[in-house]
């Protein structure tokens, strides 16, 4: 079946410009993750969601990040006022239940200029 | 600071001989995973191991996880250049929030 999907692939922003990131889990998950991964480093946690929830949003590193997830399916990373630290790739998850094996989308590589 | 750490960053073998990783967090766990990423490419969950199991076989993969040292170890037998890969354990917190976080990864490199 179709795996974990995230939009756009690449994306390059001009400094203080917003950004939104897609992610399309599988269907049926109804756990949802969304990661950071920096060059060469590992995995940064964002956010979690439990159906159309977050329990748990201690690691959005501002509040210039949100994320929301709607119809226990899709979800929608926000940057706003991009900066150039926040480039990395973005990487979303899903799993069956939470502390299943996570099933990873290809990431979008965000570059801001 | 990361709750799964793991252990050495980078790991070079030859193909044919035994690679060993080694991962420790810090708080109380319902389960440890261990993910593979290629380069450039996406995570791939290998193996998932509950904290009451001790040991867990998955073809050339051998999880062992000791609870009482919060440690797992990743042996991954009779290498091959194709294991040429970051690894990733992924230590699942007992707590409330059932957060998933990974650590920052042992770079194996496998010499044919």
């Known amino acids: 079946g179709a795996g974990v999907s995230q939009s756009p692939s690449n994306k390059v922003t001009e400094k203080g410009k917003d950004v939104e990131l897609r992610c399309d889990p599988i269907?049926?998950?109804?756990?949802l993750y969304w990661y950071r991964q920096s060059l060469g480093q590992g995995l940064e946690f964002l956010i979690y969601?439990?159906?159309?929830?977050?329990?748990?949003k201690s690691g959005l590193p501002s509040d210039r990040f949100s994320a929301e997830r709607t119809g226990g399916s899709v979800s929608t990373l926000t940057i706003q006022r991009t900066q150039q630290e926040d480039s990395a790739v973005y990487l979303c998850?899903?799993?069956?239940?939470?502390?299943?094996?996570?099933?990873f989308g290809p990431g979008t590589r965000l570059t801001v200029t | 600071s990361q709750q799964g750490e793991e252990d050495p960053q980078a790991l070079s073998i030859q193909e044919g001989e035994n690679a060993t990783m080694n991962c420790s967090y810090k708080t109380s766990i319902n389960n440890l995973q261990w993910y593979r990423q290629n380069s450039g490419r996406g995570l791939v969950h290998l193996i998932l191991?509950?904290?009451?199991?001790r040991e867990k076989h998955s073809g050339r993969l051998r999880v062992t996880l000791d609870t009482s040292k919060k440690s797992s170890s990743l042996l991954i037998t009779a290498s091959r250049a194709a294991d040429t890969a970051s690894y990733f354990c992924a230590a699942g917190d007992s707590g409330g929030y059932q957060k998933v976080t990974f650590g920052t990864g042992t770079k194996l490199q496998v010499i044919p």
């Open positions: 191991i509950r904290s009451n199991e």
């Open positions: 969601f439990q159906g159309n929830s977050a329990p748990d």
């Open positions: 998850a899903s799993s069956q239940t939470p502390y299943y094996e996570q099933y």
């Open positions: 269907s049926g998950h109804t756990a």
